[in-house]
């Protein structure tokens, strides 16, 4: 059996890394492309590898002259790699080749076991293909999976709106090919494509004109859960580092967002699991060319639709700025108003990160009063420390501990001239917002600053939005000095307008997270190496009795689940805490069957 490595383009889109270097000789953790493919044929004992190669061809021929581990090495010259596509590279290497073959693509990394079904059905031309994830993109088919014949090849022009997924495969670009087919049939088909579509054109399409001649006697083969990546571009890179890794959370723990591209459970992250509602997708995916293509508006008009949320005369547009997620704000505040400012940790770490030590004062809430806020305490820290700015946030984040209304105006009429941030992200889902809220109180406290991310409990984190409001005009004057003129995408801005035709189902969804949050909170309770702290909000800070690191860890690896470690906020850096998220019932009860699992090995 031989083989066929095409590696001759010039892979552009992964620039600047093949400025110097074909793409199959790109590394991925320690490894060229190349290297991880010619292991896998080396495993099926082929006995020549043919690679066709143009771009950078030195690179190659350099690295591995004429043979690989006991593999004779036929390098096939196409100069005009350039100008020309894989499909010439192919008819330039198939002129070498008068046995079985393997064909690949020189810029897939895949798991060798992959090759496998090939002793299995020696004599069945095949089609490596896998189910169809949304980051895939290009050309996808079809097949029956009686006889597992590919019945359709659809091309990215010809998947419509309503082009259905869900039996779609994705063509893996390798291939096992019998002598006998690539004679009699596949070679004529490729002449004859050649000398009709040109040399520019994709071999994947020379799938379509089997079918349509009726000549394809290609079967698809499902390589399941056996793991493969096309490297087209820095992204790609990644995940498939990302797959291929000893030590997946690793690279995941270096990233803050984007997880959509990756297949695990998200505790560490906070979102409402049960909004938006799937009427507000279905509208704003008839309305999505329009905002793409349009500018948003501006702050005014923006802060004039969120107005609209709340009946509250002082939720007014005067009062309110509008920030790309609260984290805009959070930075902007520290740069334009902070001289010192006081902190309660554990805390959301934005409001400390970026200032200098010396403009924070730190107030530390006690773990044995179960993380509370003593407000005589925090008071006379705030004064002592001579703080210009005073942070709560109500309920907090990592802990979930809320401190009542009566508290805060108590420590409001104790602070007058200091600017008190409450930090209302997680206020509904406290479910009593007039026993927590001081929104309303602005005017009465104008050195009040309330500080609120939609993220969360809207479960729009990709949207980014948040607000600030507050009546002290010096502080909304020094922020929007900061702004652009536009801060706030146009999907942005239609979530703030139509939020109101979807009150009552976010309220429904909020609900829902609230009895998710109470059953999490009775299971967590049973598992014997926490001690979960009872939140407020729509996450749990826990202690494990153990390694945090460890317990993260082994949900990763094993279950695929991802939590946080809580080591890098102060207090805890020597302690071992983890924030776990509330999310759907059916997936909180996942996490504790895992959770119980790692007991049971205990
Ligand atoms: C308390 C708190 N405030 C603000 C933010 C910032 O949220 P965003 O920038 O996504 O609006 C977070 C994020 O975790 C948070 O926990």
């Not at 690539?182 to 379509?208: M, N, R």
């Not at 730190?362 to 820290?381: N, Q, T, W």
């Not at 299971?523 to 826990?542: G, H, Q, R, T």
Request: charged share 30%.
């Amino acid at each position: 059996m031989k083989a066929i490595i095409l590696a001759a383009g010039m892979g552009k889109r992964l620039l600047p890394l093949t400025k110097d270097r074909p793409k199959p000789m790109v590394e991925l953790l320690g490894k060229t492309l190349l290297e991880n493919t010619m292991d896998a044929l080396i495993r099926k004992k082929v006995s020549e590898i043919i690679i066709v190669v143009g771009y950078c061809k030195d690179k190659i021929i350099g690295a591995f002259g004429d043979s690989y581990k006991g593999a004779k090495i036929t390098y096939v010259h196409n100069d005009d790699y350039y100008k020309t596509n894989n499909v010439y590279s192919l008819k330039l290497g198939l002129e070498k080749v008068n046995d079985d073959l393997i064909l690949c693509e020189g810029d897939v990394i895949f798991e060798p076991e992959i090759l496998d079904a090939i002793d299995e059905d020696a004599a069945k031309n095949l089609a490596f293909v896998s189910k169809y994830k949304s980051y895939m993109s290009g050309t996808v088919i079809k097949y029956d999976k009686s006889t597992k014949r590919i019945t359709e090849l659809v091309t990215k022009a010809n998947q419509g709106k309503s082009f259905d997924y869900s039996d779609a495969y994705k063509t893996i670009n390798v291939y096992y090919l019998t002598d006998k087919f690539i004679q009699e049939k596949f070679k004529p088909v490729l002449e004859l494509y050649l000398s009709t579509e040109g040399t520019s054109a994709y071999y994947e399409l020379l799938l379509g004109v089997l079918l349509y001649m009726n000549k394809q006697d290609l079967y698809a083969c499902d390589v399941g859960d056996i793991k493969w990546f096309e490297v087209d571009d820095i992204n790609d890179l990644e995940m498939s580092e990302n797959a291929f890794s000893d030590n997946k959370l690793r690279s995941i723990d270096r990233l803050h967002g984007g997880y959509w591209r990756y297949d695990f459970l998200d505790f560490s992250y906070i979102y409402n699991s049960y909004s938006p509602s799937k009427i507000f997708y279905s509208k704003l995916s008839y309305d999505l060319p329009r905002l793409i293509g349009n500018y948003p508006s501006g702050q005014e008009k923006i802060c004039k639709l969120l107005s609209t949320w709340h009946t509250e005369d002082t939720f007014n547009p005067d009062n309110l700025i509008v920030g790309n997620g609260a984290s805009e704000l959070i930075r902007i505040i520290n740069k334009a108003i902070v001289e010192k400012i006081t902190i309660p940790i554990p805390t959301f770490n934005e409001y400390e990160n970026k200032l200098a030590e010396d403009k924070i004062n730190y107030f530390k809430l006690p773990a044995d009063a179960g993380f509370r806020l003593i407000k005589e305490d925090f008071v006379k820290s705030v004064k002592d420390s001579k703080s210009n700015v005073a942070l709560i946030i109500n309920p907090n984040n990592p802990t979930g501990v809320a401190v009542d209304r009566q508290d805060l105006i108590w420590i409001l009429e104790q602070l007058k001239g200091v600017n008190v941030i409450v930090d209302e992200s997680f206020i509904d889902s406290t479910g009593e917002r007039d026993k927590y809220s001081v929104q309303d109180l602005i005017n009465k406290y104008p050195s009040l600053v309330i500080i609120r991310s939609l993220s969360k409990e809207f479960g729009i984190a990709g949207l980014r939005i948040g607000y600030l409001l507050t009546g002290n005009k010096p502080v909304k004057d020094k922020i929007k000095e900061y702004l652009p003129i536009w801060n706030i995408n146009s999907i942005a801005e239609y979530f703030i307008e139509h939020f109101c035709d979807y009150k009552d189902s976010y309220n429904e969804s909020m609900k829902n997270m609230i009895e998710s949050r109470d059953e999490l909170y009775r299971d967590l309770k049973n598992i014997s190496y926490l001690e979960v702290i009872p939140s407020s909000a729509i996450f749990f800070l826990c202690k494990v009795k153990g390694s945090a690191k460890e317990l993260k860890q082994k949900l990763f690896d094993k279950f695929n689940i991802l939590i946080k470690d809580c080591s890098n906020k102060k207090p805890l850096e020597n302690e071992d805490y983890v924030r776990i998220s509330v999310k759907t019932a059916e997936d909180n009860k996942k996490l504790i069957t895992a959770l119980k699992q790692i007991e049971l090995e205990k």
